[in-house]
C-alpha cells in the first residue's frame, strides 16, 4: 500500500463478521459481503485474520476474498509453516505477522521480534520474494521496531491496544503515556525508512490523536465497526471512522 498522496488509508477489519457468522454455523452473516460493502463505503484495503483454530476467518473466506476484491488484502496470519504455505498460495498484497496464543481472546500484544530475530528473517523471506508486503504487528517498542527493521520487513504496524484500554478506563495518565510512545516510535520507525500502521481497539473516541501522527499512513479497524453497523450499517460506520481520520489529519 504505497501510493497513499498524503491520505491516511482506512483497511477493515471483516474478521467478526464471521465471528457472528460461526456462532450459528452455516453461511450468514458473510464476511466477504461485509468486505464488499467496506469497499463501496470507501475501505482502502481489508484485513482478515486466519488463525490457527479458525475461530472466525476459514480458508474458504480467504479464497473467496481473493477472488472478489478490489482493495487490497492485508492478510494477517501468525508465523507458522501452516500459514506460511496458504500466504505464499494466495500471495495477497500484504501478510501482517501476528502473535497467536490460542487462549486469548483476541491479539493481545505484539511480536516478539528482537528474541526471534534469524527466525522472523527466514520465515518472511519468502513472502518478501512472493511480492507481499511484510507488516510486523508490534508494540510500541524502539528494540522491536529496530529488529522488526533489521529482519527485512517493510512495514510495521504499532498495536494501539493498551492505548485504547487505558482510554475505556479512564486511566488518562497511562493512554496520554501510550499515545506519546507510538507518537515518538512512529517517527523512529519512520526514520528508518519502514512504513507506520496502527491499529487494535480503536473506536470513534480514541481514532483522532493516533490519525494525527502524520508517519502513520494506514489505520487497521475491525471489531468496533463491526458492532457499529448494527446499530447504523456498515456504510455509514465506515464513513464517520473516515470522517474522523480526515478530520485529524487536516
Ligand atoms: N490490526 C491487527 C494486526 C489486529 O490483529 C487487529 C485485530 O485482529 C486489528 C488491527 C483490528 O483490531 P480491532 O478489531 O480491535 O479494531
Redesign the pocket.
Known sequence: MTDYAGRLRLGV?I??VATLRNARGGHLPDPVRAAQLAEEAGADGI?A?LREDRRHIIDSDIDRLMETLRVPLNF?MAATDEMQKIALRHKPHAV?I?PEKREER??EGGLEVAREENKLAGFIAPLREAGCRVSI?IGADERQITAAHRIGAQVI?LHT?AYCDAHAEGDFTTRDRELEMMREMSAYAHSLGLEVHA????NYETVEPVAAFPEVVEL??????IGESVFRGLGPAIEEMRRLMDAARA
Open positions: 477489519n474478521d467478526h484485513t485474520h494477517e501482517c501476528v483476541t491479539t504487528f504496524e491496544g491499529g487494535h481497539g480503536l487497521n479497524i475491525g471489531h468496533f465497526l
